[in-house]
Every structure is written in C-alpha cells, then in structure tokens.
C-alpha cells in the first residue's frame, strides 16, 4: 500500500482503527522521495535518518514547511544563500502548534528566494520541477510545497501566501492551496517578505485536509500584534453543508486579456458545475482590479526592502570575508548572499520609500489599496464568495519568464488582490488544459470566513474527480 | 557678541524605567553581563516580531501630559531605517508622523521672570545596542537594545545656554517627579542633543544651525552651547559662514569639533509598521494616568510661597528636589517655623550630604528628630551652636535628640551663678578686651562672649551671656 499518496484524514482514519502504524506512512513517504525527488528538488533540508528517528518518537503526521518558516535548531534559509547555515533558536507559533498535535516536522521544501517569485526558479538551491511536466515551473514561490505534495512525497505541507505564494503553485501542481485570512494564522516565526500580506497556509491533496490544517494552525497568538483574537471553528464538519443559495459572484475583470483559453473553458466550467449544485452565479465588478499588481509591487517591495535589512552579516547568516569595515562588510555581504530578484525588489522598495517619491509612490499605492478592499467590501455585501481563476495561464517553461520580471509578476495577477484585501482564498484543481497541465479555480471569501470558501471547494471537489488526478512520475 | 541673539532647541532621550524592554519580555535593568537580556525579538531576529509594552506607552503618555502635550488619540509606529551593527534590524521602531504627543511646554525660571519653553513633540522609540570597540575587534552588546527610549523635543524657544540648562534642570525635576526614568546623564539613561544658530537681533531669519552632540551633563550642555555660540558669533563676524553640521563636544577641552566621519545625508524612509496594528489609546488608561499625576515641581514651588510663606528662591530650591521637598513636608507637619525648618534643610543638612555624597532618602535622619531637635532650641534647652554638632551625631547614631542631648550632657546652662562666674573669671583674665568695651569698642563684648561659651564647652545661652557681660561691665572694674 502506497501510504504516501492518501490524504491526512483518509490516514487517520487508518491509524484510529490501528491497520497501520505513523513509521509506515514514514517509510513510504521516505520512499516516494528518494524515488522522486532528485528530479524535483522539491525540499532543501532533509535528514532521512533524523525523520525516522522523529517519526518513532511520535504518532502523528508526517508534514513538510516551507523553508522560510522558523524551526528551532533546523536550517531555515528561505532559499537563500545569506541565510546559509541558519538554525532558528526557536519555533515558529505554528510549528508550536503542530508539534503540540504530535506532527512530524520532516524537512524542509524549496520556494523562491524570500517569497520572491512566482515560479521557485529564483532559489539558491536551484528550481523545483513541476511534477506534471519536469520541463515546467511548480509556481511559487512555495513551489516545493506544491510539488511535494502533487508528487505524493508528502501527505501535506505548510506555505506562505504574500501575493498567490500558496494558491498560484497549487494551480500549476493540481493541489489544494489555502490562504487564510491576514491574522487568522499567527506570523511569529514566519521569516517576512511583505508583514502587511504575509500569511501562511496550507497545500492540501484534498479540502478536507485543508480544514484540519487550518483548524490546527490558526488562532489569536499573544506574539503577533497583528494577529486577531476570534475563535477558530471546526470546518471539517461544516464544510460538508450544502451550497444551495448561496450567492457566488463572478467578477468580470479576471476573464479579459492574457486568460489562456484551456484556463478560461475550465474555470467557466467549474462555476457552471458550482451552479449546478445549487449556488446562485452572478457578474460582479471590481474595478479597482488592473492596479492591483503595481499597488502590490510598491507596498510588498517597500516592506521587504526594510524587513531584508537585517540580513547584513552581523549576527547569523553569511558574512563577506576579507572587508576592511562596516560599510564593505555591508555591501559585500548582501551582494554575495542576495539574488538578482531579491537585489531587485529591495532596489524597488528602497526606490518607493525614498524622500521625494514616498508620496508618490507608497502613499498613493496605500490609498489604491484601500480601494481595492472597497471593491471586495462592496462585492461581498451582496455576496458570499466570489469566484476567479488562480493563474492566468497554466505551468510555464523553465527560464521562459526569468528574463522579464514584468511578465512573471503578471502571474499572480488573480491573486494579489486578496493579499492587499486580507481576504481568504482557496485554489482546487478545476480540469487540464490540453497539454495536461492542472488548472486552479480560485474562491475568494469574507474575512474570517474561509468556513464558506472551503464548503464551496468540498462541494464542488465531490462532484467532480479532479482532485484524484495524480501526474505520473 | 551683544547684539547677536542666540536660538537652541533640545532634543533629549530618556530612557523609561520600565521592567522590561518595549517590544519583548526581556528584562530593561541595567549592568547586567552583555548581551544577557535578549531574545530573539529585541535580537531582530529573522521571523521575530514586536509587541508593544503597555507600561512603556503608558510612562510616556504621563511624561506627555507632565509636559502638557495632547496626546494622540491613535497610537501608531514607524520604521527609520538605516544600517547600522547595534540596530539589529538595521530599522528602529519609532513614532514619525503621528507621535505619542505633540505641542506642550514647560516652564522654566529665568532671571526671576517664568519663560515658557514650547514642546514640539514627545515619542516613543526603542534603543540600539551597544558598540564595544577593542583593539582589531568591536563587540556588541544587545542588553540595551529594545529598551523603551521617549524622545522629547523642544522648540527653538530657548535663547542662551544659561536657559538650556534651566530647561533641563526643570525637565529632569518633572521627571523625577513622575518617577518614570532614573535621568542619570553619566549613565545614559538621559541623553541630550542640542540645535543652535545665531542671528543678528531683530532679524526674523533663523540663522544655520549646527547639532551638537556627546555632552555628558547639564553643565556640559551648557559649556558646549556657550562655545559654540561664541564660535559662531566670531565666523560670522570675520565673514564667515556657519555649515550646518553635527559638532562633537570635546569636554577637556571646552570646544565643539565637526565630527570626524563624513556626514551622510540621511534618508531613513519612515513608513507605516506593519507589525504593529494602529489601535486607539484607551481613555480609561488615560483617565487614569491623569488621576494618578502627582502635583508637579511649578505648582508646588507656588504653594510652598503661599502655605509655607518661603521665599521665591527657599521655595525653588526645596521642590527642585523631590525628596527634599518631601522632606520638608513631613517636618513642616510636626513644626510650625517653617522658613527654620528651610534654613536647616538648605543649609547644615544639604551642606553634609553634598560633603557625604547622600540624598535625603539616604540620610539617617528622622523628620521627628530634626523637629524635635528644633523644638529643643526653641525650649533654650540647647543653643543653636550645639544643634549643629547635635544633628551630625544623630545622622551619624541614629539615636533620638534628647537621649543623645543627655548621653553627652549638652542641655544649656541655664544656671546663672555658673554663667556668672564663668563671666567673671573671663573678665579678669581678659582686662585689656574688658578696658577696650569701656573705651567705647562695642566689638570687643564679642570676643568675651567667645571666651566665656568656651569656657562652658558651648553650654551657655549667648544672648544671656552678653547681657551679663554687659552688666557687669556697666559699672567699671
Ligand atoms: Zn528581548
């Protein structure tokens, strides 16, 4: 029995009823890994030895992080070489949280360098494959979590969500990718890219795991100013209520220019089927739609400029040897430890904050932002979830984007708007194009109100068997 | 130099006796082993955030209303950033656009007359680390970093040195008087930058100002701005120009120095923290931050004149300090000559803690004994000179007056037929002082009266012994 390709609660199920033990979920997973993962350089930090050791040591899950989440005395790197050889001297909450339900912290997963990308080909490590075709990119920038999870060589896996970071890979991979609502899941020991749209979150095989993740890792955490103190409901027994009469909107915006076509028939499809089951479908409008993507690259880059300051070879991470003083020490460090996309945005955000463009830039993107979560207050008077496609297109080419930063920006073009809203959004497998590449549908909600999105995603996942589609590898 | 007018605006940081630090639990205290109190929030590292340290907010709030500043019905921070090894995020949280509170003042005493001093803004940052520099190697010491730091920021409204020091004197009581920070300059736990510029009188203009920095006391402050005021008079009496420019204070020497390494042109790109939440200041908090105020240094200096009927400068004197005002308080409650009880407070009692380095919370001195001590001379069962040596050995015992008044038998004599022979025998031994009196030197009868308390180890009343020796002198040899 490949014990690697179930699902979380499908496992749980079995270990209740004692057929199999959590050593022989390790073992295949363990197996699934050394079978697959020199061709997908999914995860960058990795001890077989030690994962055995800790899966003896407890009966719960095996479970994968994404490599910018802090765990004490584990290289945490963010895929970056300034932060070669770090080991946290402490856990993040929600490693906390997960350690406490007796999970198995297994190793680490490959992402863009810093959350900075949308196709995992700008870590130091190298790019991780998009298992469904070893010649595309898995999204990013929590691309390794995708991967491993689309490939079987985990059960599941923790990303983080700054602008479609979770929701975009799980598109191109064919999985479940689930960004929480901003301050439903506590950001204590999440290494920061953008503090005000960063959010971590779940890359599931299927909905239901998606909720028992959720339901694990959320909560008000006293550590996290910005986490908000409201309770966490049990969603996997409310998601499998049924959608008859809820009032899903479709907003116009995302079916315009650049949509590929197989994307489009597929989501069109999908919000048919949805329909179909009973939600009411209507046209809704978000106007303030086509700024989202350069509000985003100001406020995001301004943040993640001031929060990579202290990568500077001071106290962790790489230091520039043979530098004469503090300021070549500075200069050479960041220029050996950086990528050319992390030099960029932190140029960028540098750029947007300075004297004299402030104004123009970063409070003026500010004031967009506020309106972009107008539209999304406005849309969600009238209705419960809206629904869009996660991705424009399906998995592209390795190195077809890495020279032009504008197109690969564009790829989170349907997702950044829930980072700059706060809202929640799921992505589900929808259908395939026509080359077999896994297309995402995305399902927006009301704050704190991921119960409706993921009881539209379980209803929709049951009546159709996308979900089950595995690529062959 | 008398028809140029001076403008100095003050920038001074204190350090908020809170417990711990402002944005982690670690410990704020001071002189613990380097680099002991951290954690991985105030050692900025990655994943770490901050969280606010309520009891910090709340000092600086009550260091905003001492200072009669409104303040900010929202709180918010900011990031200014900049690179440097003891900033260990390479960002300082702190307030830019709207800080904790803004336009107050604070009034200080200046050639008899009350000068108000404008206070432009008060906020709430956290402090860097410290830099240890060695031979070849420079250390870090991260205790400090992340300990509440409150910036309070005069307006250019103080016009020489000799005000400067007033206003941080009048500053530094204000606060002592809050009991938020330990002000200690030495220590660094109060840190003072100063504006100055120069101009013609009745030129509207302000002229360029220089920063001075590294002035490691009030008076230093007030040395520092008295050179650089006279520097720049002179440059631009010979024809020169002031560069705007951050100037070390040199305290050996007496002079300011551009500071050595070039001068970057800061930007330091404030922008809105997203780590901490906006959020209104409760006004339940400030409601009771207000009740809870005790009565400040100007309003009691007023009292002190009107209950206690001291003087302008006893009143100023006393409630500069706040212990010593205290102090004054508790003794005026059991003795009722007030401006006796000042005399003795600012006199022998502030002449032996200066010479012992004491503060009146350290000086073994009973209210009730001082008092009773008073209450003593008052009866004549003590001169005033005994007191003197009396009040040294109760500080020094601890014992009450009167059982250290009968241990060493100090009561006055108030015996005449001892005083009389004590003036007779005096007299004879001291007939060219007696023949001068009589030849009209009133002066003489002094050194009599000298010879005669010695006689009585200091035990006689004075005033009776002049008027016995006066007697007996009426009528000739
Ligand atoms: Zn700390």
Known sequence: MELNKLTAHGLKHLLDKGDISNIDICNDVLEAIEKKDKALNAIVHFDKEKAIEKSKASKGLPIFIKDNICVKDELTTCSSKILSGFRPPYNATVIEKLLKKDFVLMGKTNMDEFAFGSSTESSCYGPTKNPWDLERIPGGSSGGSAACVAADEAIFALGSDTGGSIRQPAALCGVVGLKPTYGRVSRYGLIAFASSLDQIGTLTKDVEDAALLLKTISGHDAMDSTSVPVSTPDYSLKIKDSIKGLRIGVPQEYFGQGLDSDVKDSVLKAIDKIGQLGAKCEKVSLPHTEYAVAVYYIVATAEASSNLARFDGVQYGLRAKDVKSIEEMYKKTRALGFGDEAKRRIILGTFALSSGYYDAYYLRALRVRTLIKKDFDEAFAKFDAILTPTSPTPAFKIGEKTQDPLTMYLSDIFTISANLAGIPGVSIPCGFTKENLPVGLQILGKPFDEETILKVAYNYEQATEWHKKRPDL | ?477
């Open chain 2, 1 to 477: 130099m008398a028809n140029y007018e001076v403008v100095i605006g003050l920038e001074v940081h204190l350090q908020l006796k809170t417990k711990t630090k402002v944005f982690c639990g670690c410990s704020a205290a001071f002189g613990a082993p380097p680099n002991t109190h951290t954690c991985p929030v105030c050692l900025g590292f990655p994943g770490s955030l901050p969280v606010l340290n309520r009891e910090a907010l709340k000092l600086g709030a009550k260091v905003a209303m001492a200072l009669n500043c409104r303040v900010a019905e929202e709180i918010r921070f900011d990031r200014k950033n900049y690179f440097y090894p003891d900033l260990p995020k390479d960002y300082q949280i702190s307030q830019y656009g709207q800080p904790l509170s803004q336009r107050g003042y604070l009034l200080i005493l200046t050639e008899g007359k009350e000068k108000r001093i404008g206070i432009t803004r008060v906020h709430l940052e956290e402090d860097t680390g410290k830099l240890l520099h060695g031979t070849g190697q420079s250390l870090i010491d991260f205790n400090r970093a992340g300990t509440p730091l409150l910036e309070i920021v005069s307006e250019p409204d103080i016009s020489s040195p000799e005000e400067a020091y007033f206003y941080l004197t009048a500053l530094k009581s204000i606060l002592e008087y809050i009991d938020v920070s330990d002000c200690n300059m030495e220590e660094g736990s109060l840190r003072c930058d100063a504006n100055i510029s120069v101009r013609k009188k009745g030129t509207k203009e302000l002229g360029v100002k220089t920063e001075i920095k590294n002035m490691n006391s009030f008076k230093a402050v007030r040395a520092a701005l008295e050179h650089e005021a006279a520097r720049q008079i002179e440059t631009l009496e010979s024809g020169g120009k002031i560069t705007q420019e951050t100037r070390l204070f040199d305290s050996a020497r007496g002079v300011t120095e551009p500071m050595r390494s070039k001068e970057e042109a800061h930007d330091y790109r404030y922008f809105p923290e997203p780590d901490l939440a906006p959020f209104d200041f409760e006004k339940d908090v400030l409601r009771d931050i207000k009740r809870e105020m005790p009565e400040l240094p100007e309003p009691r200096r007023k009292r002190f004149m009107s209950e206690y009927k001291l003087s302008d400068y006893d009143a100023a004197v006393l409630v500069s300090d706040k212990a010593l005002a205290d102090y004054f308080e508790k003794c005026s409650s059991l003795y009722k000559k007030y401006k006796i009880i000042a005399n003795w407070i600012m006199g022998d009692i502030s002449a032996y803690m200066k010479e012992h380095g004491l503060t009146i919370d350290r000086l073994n001195l009973k209210s009730e004994y001082l008092t009773g001590m008073l209450d003593m001379i008052d009866k004549g069962i003590i001169s005033g000179k005994i007191a003197k040596t009396l009040l040294i050995d109760i500080v020094r015992t601890g014992k009450d007056p009167l059982s250290l008044v009968k241990e060493k038998g100090l009561e006055q004599i108030t015996d005449t037929a001892q005083i009389d022979q004590a003036v007779a025998d005096v007299i004879k031994e001291n007939k060219r002082i007696a023949d001068d009196f009589m030849g009209g030197k009133q002066n003489a009868v002094m050194a009599l009266v000298g010879k005669v308390m010695a006689k009585t180890k200091g035990k006689a009343n004075p005033q009776k012994v002049i008027e016995m020796l006066k007697e007996s002198l009426k009528g000739g040899l």
